[in-house]
C-alpha cells in the first residue's frame, strides 16, 4: 500500500531552518510527481511546491520562493522540503503528496512552527 510519512518538522525561530523528508513506499516512486503542501489553523490547504519525477523540474509557491528547495532522491524514495528564512506565515502542518495529475496520496503532516 501506498505510505508517505513525513518528518524533520519543529518549532524553529524567525530566519532559522529546517529540512523536511517524505518517505515514501508502496509504489515506484521515480514514476511520480510530488508535491509540499501545508496548511495553517483556519485557513485553505495550500500548495507549497511541487517536483517532477525526475527532480528536474520544480515550482514554488510566490510565498516560499527563493527561501524554500524541493529536492527528491529516487534511489533512497524520499523528497525533501529545504525551508530558510523561516517567517511565522510560515507555521502550518506540511503534507507529503503524490501527483498522478492531481494529488491522489497524502501523508500525515508534519508540524512546523515559526517563532518570532
Known amino acids: 500500500q501506498v505510505q508517505l510519512v513525513e518528518s524533520g518538522g519543529g518549532l524553529v525561530q524567525t530566519g532559522g531552518s529546517l529540512r523536511l523528508s517524505c518517505a515514501a513506499s508502496?509504489?515506484?516512486?521515480?514514476?511520480?510527481?510530488m508535491s509540499w503542501y501545508r496548511q495553517a489553523p483556519g485557513k485553505e490547504r495550500e500548495l507549497v511546491a511541487s517536483?517532477?519525477?525526475?527532480?528536474?523540474?520544480?515550482n514554488y509557491a510566490d510565498s516560499v520562493k527563493g527561501r524554500f528547495t524541493i529536492s527528491r532522491d529516487n534511489a533512497k524514495n524520499t523528497m525533501y522540503l529545504q525551508m530558510n528564512s523561516l517567517k511565522p506565515e510560515d507555521t502550518a502542518v506540511y503534507y507529503c503528496?503524490?501527483?498522478?495529475?492531481?494529488?491522489?496520496?497524502w501523508g500525515q503532516g508534519t508540524q512546523v512552527t515559526v517563532s518570532s
Open positions: 508502496g509504489f515506484t516512486f521515480s514514476s511520480y510527481a
Open positions: 517536483i517532477d519525477p525526475f527532480g528536474i523540474i520544480t
Open positions: 503528496v503524490r501527483r498522478l495529475g492531481r494529488p491522489d496520496y
